[in-house]
C-alpha cells in the first residue's frame, strides 16, 4: 500500500492525467479495472473507493455519453469538410458506416476511461476523501 500523503498531495491536473491512464486518481498505481471494463471497487494500492457516492455512474455515464457525442460530432464535421472539398460528391454510406462504428464502439472504448476520469473528478470536487483511511485501518 502506498502511503497516504502521496496520495492526497497530487494536483487535480494530476489526478486526471492518472485517471486517463486508467490508473487510480488517488495513488498512480495501476489495475484500478477488474477487466477491461469493469472498475474494482476499491483500489489495490491504497483502497481508495471509486464509487463511494451515490450517482457515481451517473457521472460515468454523462461523460462516456458527451465523448461519444463529441466523436460523432467530428463525424459530421469531417463529412462537412468532405462535402465542401469536393463540391458534395461523397457517398453516405461510408459515412453512415463511420458513424455506426463510432457511435457503437466510441462508448465501449471510452468506458473505462470515462470511470477513472469520473473518480478523479469526484475526488477533485471532494478532497478530504483523498485523506480518508480504508476501513480497518488504525488511525
Ligand atoms: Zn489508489
Known amino acids: 500500500m502506498r502511503p497516504v500523503s502521496a496520495a492526497t498531495s497530487a494536483t487535480p491536473l494530476r489526478r486526471i492525467a492518472r485517471s486517463l491512464l486508467r490508473h487510480c486518481p488517488r495513488c498512480g498505481s495501476r489495475g484500478i479495472f477488474r477487466t477491461y471494463l469493469r472498475l474494482r471497487e476499491r483500489c489495490p494500492s491504497c483502497e481508495y473507493e471509486f464509487a463511494a457516492e451515490e450517482g457515481f455512474f451517473l457521472g460515468v455515464w454523462v461523460l462516456n455519453f458527451a465523448v461519444s457525442e463529441g466523436l460523432l460530432f467530428l463525424t459530421l ?6 462535402m465542401a ?6 457517398p453516405l454510406l461510408p459515412v453512415f458506416a463511420v458513424g455506426l462504428v463510432v457511435a457503437l464502439g466510441g462508448p465501449l472504448v471510452f468506458y473505462p476511461f470515462a470511470a477513472s476520469t469520473w473518480a478523479a473528478v469526484e475526488l477533485i470536487m471532494d478532497p478530504s476523501r483523498a485523506i480518508s483511511r480504508p476501513p480497518g485501518a488504525a488511525g
Open 77 to 82: 464535421i469531417g463529412y462537412i469538410f468532405a
Open 85 to 90: 472539398a469536393t463540391g458534395g460528391d461523397v
